[in-house]
């Protein structure tokens, strides 16, 4: 509850103590943040802040209001991954506000408040109810990053990345393609940062599917693992759209790919500690190293066709995973290219009974649709946002994210026949 206000000798220019203060903070990773403001002299060395190279990464956007802005604010829109509040209102009031604000608060959102109430009662409650930072004003640019930095740079916090890995139980049952509109649609839903990685070193169409051709990605990455931090991710990066980045293979095979089980884990490790999603796209192998990366991500998705070969590999893939992970959710399932004409498929409950799962989502086959996108480069979502599919891919960046949970598809119900009933009519 300290505070670092200084007093500039030249309108403008930094202290010299504030620039020694800055000197010692880290680069603040690809988070968003938003602040709502109730003075100039708060709003103003934050908006300093967002200006620092050191924020360069972040993405930040200070609002004037405090806490009931905010509150009308989020009744509409996503919660970023700070939110800091100023706040003059005494600490009851600001007590009983913040419990409003909490109803509209994606749970993995970080708040920080600053306060003109210098009191260690509040600043303990502010603590025990969850909030990350309890800053009496005024306050001093270099607070503001030093603040951030402690969230979400300090070696001791958690990484801020949640790693999600995709993999299909067979070769071409659509994981890749999946995990990129997945990805792109959690960094335009929630203009979160994600960056995919496409472990697909020889085959890989993460660059086909994003329309980009960088000349480095992943294989630089992977073939000198001692160069690896976040500056050197950085270069490696290509940016796909505002908020999407990639780490593209070569999809070349000049060389060959034969990697030790941890090849990968310094790469990862980095990706997720400079954004808040990684997005794997795990190829269809079986190798120590993929065994090892499905191992440790926070999450994984098996995408499978209804047929049987994939119902074996699931049910194979399922097994080890729970053995390999006994602490963790099972994973999740995604049942793919349904009803291809004059195919006959597993039903979806016959398909996820034996593996005691249910799907995540149901995507039909449709050819049109999938076969656009890829020639032309582009996201489903871009092809046609209102298109049933782009909806269920919607969604699962919703349940990915902790938004929202898997609802079991229900069966045709009475409202259901009538409402195709009506529709028919018309
Ligand atoms: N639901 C679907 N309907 C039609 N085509 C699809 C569907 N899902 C994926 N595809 C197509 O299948 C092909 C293989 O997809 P890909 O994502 O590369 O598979 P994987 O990564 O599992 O090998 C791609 O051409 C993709 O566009
Ligand atoms: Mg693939």
Same mark, same amino acid.
């Given at each position: 509850m300290t505070n670092l206000a200084y007093d500039s000798p030249v309108d403008g220019e930094p202290a010299e103590q504030e620039v020694a203060a800055m000197q010692a903070l880290r680069p603040v990773p690809r988070i /968003?943040?938003? *602040?709502?403001? #109730?003075?100039d002299g708060v709003a103003q060395p934050i908006e300093r802040a967002g200006e620092d190279r050191r924020m360069s990464k972040a993405h930040l956007k200070v609002h004037m209001g405090g806490v009931a802005t905010a509150i009308e604010f989020y009744q /509409? *829109?996503?919660t970023p991954n700070l939110i800091v509040l100023e706040s003059r209102s005494e600490p009851r009031q600001l007590l009983e506000q913040l419990g409003q604000l909490a109803e509209y608060c994606d749970p993995s959102t970080k708040v920080v408040v600053i306060g003109h109430y210098n009191d260690v009662g509040l600043y303990r409650e502010l603590i025990r109810s969850g909030i990350s930072e309890y800053v009496v004003a005024p306050i001093s640019m270099a607070d503001v990053v030093s603040v951030i930095s402690t969230i979400f740079v300090d070696p001791d916090a958690d990484p801020i990345g949640r790693s999600i890995a995709f993999v299909g139980a067979k070769g071409g049952v659509g994981s890749s393609t999946i995990a990129h509109n997945v990805a792109w649609a959690m960094s335009t839903l929630f203009n979160s940062e994600v960056v995919v990685a496409d472990l697909d070193l020889a085959f890989g169409t993460a660059n086909i599917n994003f329309d980009q051709d960088p000349a480095q990605g992943i294989a630089e990455a992977v073939f000198s693992p001692e160069r690896i931090d976040e500056v050197y991710l950085d270069r490696l990066l290509a940016q796909c759209s505002e908020h999407l980045s990639l780490l593209s293979a070569p999809s070349t095979l000049e060389r060959v790919y034969d990697f030790d089980a941890d090849a990968f884990t310094q790469i990862i490790d980095t990706a997720q500690r400079s954004a808040p999603l990684l997005v794997l796209d795990v190829p269809h192998i079986w190798t120590g190293w993929t065994k090892a990366t499905l191992m440790k991500a926070d999450e994984i998705v098996i995408t499978a066709t209804p047929e049987l070969a994939n119902l074996r590999n699931t049910k194979n893939l399922v097994d080890m995973l729970k053995r390999l992970r006994p602490n963790d959710a099972p994973p999740k399932l995604i049942i793919n290219q349904t009803g291809v004409p004059k195919r006959p498929e597993i039903a979806s409950s016959d398909f /996820?009974?034996?593996?005691?799962i249910t799907p995540m989502a149901m995507i039909p086959f449709d050819p049109a649709l999938f076969g656009n996108a890829t020639?032309?480069?582009?996201?489903?979502?871009?092809?046609?946002? *209102?298109?049933s599919v782009v909806h269920t891919i919607n969604e699962m960046a919703h349940i990915l994210?902790?938004? /929202? #949970?898997?609802?079991?598809?229900?069966? *045709?119900?009475?409202?259901?026949?009538?409402?195709?009933?009506k529709l028919k009519k018309n």
């Open positions: /968003s943040v938003q *602040a709502f403001c #109730e003075t /509409s *829109a996503p /996820s009974e034996p593996l005691g020639n032309n480069g582009r996201m489903l979502g871009e092809m046609d946002a *209102a298109h994210t902790g938004r /929202s #949970e898997i609802k079991a598809k229900k069966k *045709a119900g009475l409202g259901d026949i009538l409402g195709k009933l």
